[in-house]
């Protein structure tokens, strides 16, 4: 921008340049877009990824100004029978995002300064696991799992952008097993002209 000045006697001062710098408000959260928000896991898989394809997607208003600084995966319906026995992961990795995962809480954490589609790209291969042999013994059958995403830093109070994506659990019925105090096998004796012999001891 020019700016010049003139006096009451039109008199014109030199001629300043004056730049501007526009600085954008990063007043929006990002957003994080699933399009398939639910799926199912069958007892004895061992590890399903929860989006198919690249149904997801993160979004951030801003992002003319701002990437997305971190991200969390978290199981929000936990405790009960079998929990202890399930787990997420992420099987890739990105040169800019560091990943952690806390088995007790079930949380991955996505840390580190990078574009929507990096992000997007990493929260895709989130995986899910449960080594639970009987799901109908569950007291819930389905599992919660979240996904938040945020582009200020953790000291900064704006809440994240969040979505869910509901796991149905389904169980199998299974054979039933005979054993014998826990062998799996019986040695019985029978003796010719003794009568009915006892194939196993109660």
Known sequence: VLVTVRDVYGEDSPTVRVTLRYVGENANRPVVIISDNETSI???TEQKVLVTGSSLRVFDPDDDFHTIVSATVEIINTGGRGFFKEDLSISATSPAITVTYDSVKKIVTLTG???EQEYSRMLNLVKYSNREKD???LSLTFRVVRYSVSDFSPDQS??????D???HLININ???EVSFAGLLF???TYNESAGPARLAEN
């Open 158 to 163: 704006l809440t994240p952008g969040t979505s």
């Open 165 to 167: 994506v509901i796991i």
């Open 186 to 188: 019986q040695l019985a």
């Open 113 to 115: 300064r990078a574009s």
């Open 174 to 176: 299974d054979a039933p």
């Open 42 to 44: 069958v007892e004895g």
């Open 135 to 137: 799901l109908g013994s």
